[in-house]
């Protein structure tokens, strides 16, 4: 029986001594070296990050469009890396953010966390309901995966519906909280934390509190961190009582860190600065 993704993340954490997650989404145009093919210097500029994170961070963060967007090839890309990512030892989470129902929802399960290029974990929206995770949740238990399901999420235009209040007290995001812990009650493993984790960003501390609360045993990813206004401070409002169960993600303030031909030790110092700042926030 595969290990469950909560136990293999925490000790990937406790390996690397914080919880952080790089986020890989390359813009052509901002890639200290852009010459040649798009692709080519996408697959190089990628491949550095990886080399320059690996030790430092204990996961990264794919995102799909980014890739999907040159087609089959960048589709074939994105594999590629996220095969290279788990040979650097690092976990490797498709930010995918697929959401469907029924048949169409099992195919995308099947299609980006089954096989050889098979992500760590990937990012769902459930926001169609329960039977738009529940496919999910089904392939990630049988291959030992994880979910991270969108629940409060960083960008502005999120207020609009997240932070609607609902009858019974909370909001919508609460209810969609609710219904991520049930989902990811049967995937709590050894560490205490679930296969099934939450999207919050890491730009919302005022709601921590109370969604922490709502989800104990839930991981939480938290995106905004550095570029988007997200700091050190409030992270310990995310965390467990055991001061675990978050991860915090940034990509623009590492991966387009320096330019020129030390880029990719710019890089690192980046991650190793985070590492130390959420490190010390945590305890």
């Known amino acids: 029986m595969s290990v469950m993704f909560g136990d293999r993340l925490s000790a990937a954490v406790s390996a690397c001594g914080a919880p952080v997650c790089v986020g890989l989404d390359p813009v052509l145009e901002r890639l200290p070296d852009a010459s040649g093919e798009p692709l080519a210097a996408v697959e190089r500029f990628c491949t550095g990050v990886l080399d320059a994170v690996a030790g430092v961070a204990p996961v990264v963060k794919i995102q799909s469009a980014c890739f999907e967007r040159y087609g089959w090839a960048g589709v074939r890309l994105l594999e590629s890396l996220i095969v290279g990512g788990r040979e650097r030892g690092l976990l490797v989470i498709n930010d995918a953010k697929r959401g469907d129902i029924a048949i169409s929802a099992t195919h995308y399960a099947k299609a980006l966390l089954s096989g ?3 992500a760590d974990a990937l990012t769902v929206n459930g926001y169609l309901g329960v039977d738009a995770v529940e496919p999910f949740v089904a392939v990630a238990e049988r291959e030992g995966a994880g979910l991270f399901v969108l629940v409060r999420t960083s960008n ?12 019974g007290g909370g909001d919508v995001s609460s209810a969609m909280a609710r219904m991520v812990r049930g989902v990811g009650a049967g995937l709590v493993g050894a560490s205490g934390l679930s296969s099934v984790g939450a999207v919050v960003g890491a730009t919302k501390p005022e709601v921590a509190e109370r969604l922490r609360g709502e989800m104990p045993e839930q991981v939480f990813l938290l995106p905004g961190y550095g570029a988007q206004g997200g700091d050190a401070s409030g992270l310990r409002r995310f965390a467990t009582e055991r001061g ?40």
């Open 116 to 118: 050889d290029a098979a």
């Open 156 to 167: 502005p235009g999120a207020e609009t519906f997240q932070g609607v209040g609902i009858e």
């Open 244 to 283: 675990d169960g978050v991860l915090v993600t940034a990509s623009r303030s590492v991966i387009y860190a320096g330019e020129g031909a030390g880029w990719r030790e710019a890089v690192r110092g980046a991650a190793e600065r985070m590492r130390d700042e959420v490190g010390a926030a945590l305890g």
